[in-house]
């Protein structure tokens, strides 16, 4: 049985329009400058509010590059890699930032755009990690 996309709030025809303007904006701006990372965080931001889940993960890709040891980037990364469907990935890049410091356990439990990853079999490596972390910290 197929999964159901994460649950997103569904964008009013207005909330599209102003959503497709400031993604127009932001191409510009990273058109110029290709490393404008706070411009590159909500583009690949408002990509994925867009549903446009592989724009966001290259954009999210650019921004792992750019800033290779970022605990929040590689969490992002995590979820755009789940939301395509690259679970294995997902695994992976939410290790990564998992050893780069983020720790925020509850959302990470919580975040739909994750779904699919909690589901999938690799994601054990992460529970195990996450059980390894919190043992450290108490």
Same mark, same amino acid.
């Given at each position: 049985? @197929?999964?159901?996309a994460?649950?997103? +709030?569904?964008? =009013?025809?207005?909330?599209?329009?102003?959503?497709?303007?400031?993604?127009?904006?932001?191409?510009?701006?990273?058109?110029?400058?290709p490393? #404008?990372?706070?411009a590159?965080?909500?583009?690949?931001?408002? #990509?994925? +509010?867009?549903? /446009?889940?592989?724009?966001?993960? +290259?954009?999210? *890709?650019?921004?792992?590059?750019?800033?290779?040891?970022?605990s929040?980037? #590689? #969490?992002n990364?995590?979820?755009?890699?789940?939301?395509t469907? *690259?679970?294995?990935?997902?695994?992976?890049?939410?290790? *990564? =930032?998992?050893?780069y410091?983020?720790?925020?356990? /509850?959302?990470?439990?919580?975040? @739909?755009?994750?779904?699919?990853?909690?589901?999938?079999?690799c994601? =054990? +490596?992460?529970?195990?990690?996450?059980?390894?972390?919190?043992? /450290?910290?108490?």
């Open positions: 049985m @197929p999964k159901e994460p649950v997103r +709030k569904k964008l =009013s025809r207005q909330e599209k329009r102003d959503l497709d303007i400031e993604i127009g904006f932001l191409e510009g701006l990273v058109r110029r400058d490393g #404008y990372i706070d590159l965080q909500i583009l690949g931001d408002d #990509y994925t +509010k867009r549903g /446009k889940f592989t724009l966001g993960l +290259k954009i999210d *890709q650019r921004l792992a590059v750019l800033r290779p040891h970022d929040l980037i #590689y #969490y990364l995590a979820c755009s890699y789940s939301l469907g *690259q679970q294995e990935e997902a695994a992976d890049a939410l290790l *990564q =930032s998992l050893e410091g983020y720790r925020d356990y /509850k959302w990470l439990a919580e975040d @739909p755009d994750l779904g699919d990853l909690r589901d999938h079999v994601y =054990s +490596k992460v529970r195990g990690k996450i059980r390894l972390l919190k043992v /450290k910290v108490h």
